[in-house]
């Protein structure tokens, strides 16, 4: 397995605008990818590679460590990603992928499957580029955690410039959580996995409980994998609460939600920042800074 693969280039397809309508879910986002609102048919468009991308970290005077896995789907120059549990994917799964077309993969009983197709087919057509409302941000080079605290303050910038008095996080980064106790900023820190983070906070499980309770919503991208990102949409965009996506999972997904409760995103595809130890880019959208 390769860890250089290029990002997607513009997409060879003449088609509809490339903003098109903001949608309220993902299945009405999928819809409309059957559809042909994005252009080509994802009947005609067949996976090529299929592979994970497994990391175990532990930066140097962090108390704790954690894991990552992801699943990564590459169509023509494009790669589609979504993070999943470690070792919860199942061998056939990379099988089931290589060589199908994403329609097929759309209708895959696996969810992280079919939102690493989406992911992919909506690099393919709507790059991380200017014309797609992309602004590029680049994450210097250094050691992991340097690059990590480099992304956290790009991904924090992207909150409302007033300032929350108290945000969900959603997906623990303690160099997310390190950015908003630099800024005076509270937060509730929110895992499926429990635990506490690097300062003893306890992280809670239930997100949505914790909603009415908070001024703005950090998320991870992760949410998409595993189901609990149609509960954050429906109350900001309920609420007018602003909803900023920070995501590897479905990082080309998520600006498609822009307006439709999402204010922001730092979109991240694959390779990842903690890939390597160069420059890399970030992509943001929308936010008020």
């Known amino acids: 397995m390769t860890t250089t693969l290029p990002h997607s280039g513009p997409a060879p397809h003449s088609g509809p605008a490339p ?37 175990a970290v532990r930066h140097h005077g962090r108390a704790g460590g954690y894991r990552n896995e992801v699943l990564s789907l590459r ?43 989406l992911d992919a087919y909506l690099m393919h057509v709507r790059p991380h580029t200017p014309e797609h409302g992309a602004r590029p941000h680049v994450v210097p080079r250094g050691d992991s955690l340097h690059r990590s605290r480099s992304r956290a303050r790009a991904v924090v910038d992207l909150l409302p410039a007033s300032g ?30 429990g635990g506490a983070t690097e300062w003893g906070e306890p992280v809670r499980t239930d997100a949505p409980a914790e909603l009415a309770h908070c001024d703005a919503i950090l998320a991870s991208g992760m949410t998409l994998g595993n189901g609990s990102f149609q509960p954050l949409l429906d109350h900001a965009a309920r609420t007018g609460t602003p909803l900023v996506m920070f995501a590897q999972t479905g990082s080309a997904v998520l600006p498609r939600f822009l307006g439709a409760g999402v204010s922001a995103v730092s979109a991240e595809p694959y390779p990842f920042f903690w890939l390597d130890g160069g420059p890399g880019v970030i992509h943001r959208y929308g936010g008020s800074r």
């Open 19 to 55: 903003h098109a309508p903001a949608v309220p879910s993902v299945g009405a986002l999928v819809r409309q990818v059957r559809s042909g609102a994005y252009g080509p048919d994802p009947a005609h468009e067949r996976v090529s590679v299929a592979f994970t991308t497994s990391q």
């Open 164 to 193: 929350p008095r108290r945000v969900l996080v959603v997906g623990v980064v303690n160099s997310l959580l390190e950015q908003l106790r630099a800024r005076g900023i509270g937060y509730v820190p929110c895992d499926l996995k």
């Open 75 to 117: 169509l023509a120059a494009a790669v589609g990603s979504c993070a999943v549990e470690p070792r919860s994917l199942p061998a056939a799964a990379l099988d089931d992928c290589a060589g199908a077309s994403v329609a097929e993969l759309l209708d895959h009983p696996l969810l992280p499957v079919r939102i690493a197709a």
